[in-house]
């Protein structure tokens, strides 16, 4: 059974491209990464070569999801014929141990460590999940942009010692931290998200998760080295 992988770029994350590449690699037939010549705030994104087949799309008129929703679809579209697509955004990285479901016949969601602002430090209890693995025949999208499956999906659940995916949406460098809340599609959901992040950033660790109010955070084995 071939797989596909889409992923979905922005440089805000290049500090986690080596990682990410070589994790896909490892079990993907086919890759295709879509990025674009600016980001969805309008600042220009660097043009650099990914080492594998790729989208280069222009800048968006729309909101940040209706610009990722424009992305994956463009990466499906792109993609050589797989048996199986799983979508990923540049901070979501799976673990070897995704490779237990490559073959599984129903779409499926994985839930995700979350980390914050360390590799080491994640989000207690949440409900997050981080990619979308199903047959290329199956994505629909729906209002928001997001990839869905036109059957019924579910979320496989790590077991505590083998995550199956690392979502680093909250653990990056203060200024990468800072460029995605300028450019992401929720700017205008909350106050100043920048003036947060550089409070949060400036706090001793573990921090405290402003995002989820009330989400613990706990240390944990770092997996990822990055």
């Known amino acids: 059974m071939r797989t596909g992988v889409?992923?979905?770029?922005?440089?805000?994350?290049?500090?986690?491209?080596?990682?990410?590449?070589?994790?896909?690699?490892?079990?993907?037939?086919?890759?295709?990464?879509?990025?674009?010549?600016?980001?969805?705030?309008?600042?220009?994104?660097?043009?650099?070569?990914?080492?594998?087949?790729?989208?280069?799309?222009?800048?968006?008129?729309?909101?940040?999801?209706?610009?990722?929703?424009?992305?994956?679809?463009?990466?499906?579209?792109?993609?050589?014929?797989?048996?199986?697509?799983?979508?990923?955004?540049?901070?979501?990285?799976?673990?070897?141990?995704?490779?237990?479901?490559?073959?599984?016949?129903?779409?499926?969601?994985?839930?995700?460590?979350?980390?914050?602002?360390?590799?080491?430090?994640?989000?207690?209890?949440?409900n997050e999940v981080a990619g979308l693995l199903c047959k290329p025949d199956e994505v629909v999208w729906n209002r928001r942009g997001e990839r869905e499956a036109m059957t019924s999906k579910r979320i496989v659940r790590p077991r505590p010692d083998k995550p199956f995916m690392h979502h680093f949406a909250w653990c990056k460098p203060l200024d990468a931290m800072v460029k995605k809340v300028q450019n992401w599609g929720h700017s205008g959901d909350r106050g100043d998200w920048v003036a947060m992040v550089k409070e949060e950033w400036a706090r001793p660790l573990p921090g405290n998760c402003f995002v989820h109010k009330g989400r613990l955070l706990e240390e944990c084995e770092q997996r990822i080295k990055i």
Not at 42 to 60: C, F, H, I, N, R
Request: cysteine-free; charged content about 25%.
């Open 6 to 126: 889409v992923i979905v770029y922005s440089s805000i994350d290049d500090f986690l491209w080596g990682a990410l590449s070589a994790r896909v690699q490892k079990f993907a037939d086919e890759v295709i990464v879509v990025s674009r010549t600016h980001l969805f705030g309008g600042e220009p994104e660097p043009t650099v070569d990914m080492g594998v087949p790729s989208v280069l799309m222009g800048k968006s008129d729309g909101p940040g999801w209706k610009a990722v929703q424009e992305m994956r679809r463009a990466g499906l579209e792109s993609l050589p014929p797989v048996d199986r697509v799983l979508f990923l955004d540049s901070d979501e990285l799976p673990d070897q141990t995704i490779t237990e479901h490559l073959d599984n016949p129903s779409p499926v969601y994985f839930a995700a460590e979350v980390y914050w602002r360390e590799p080491w430090i994640r989000q207690v209890q949440n």
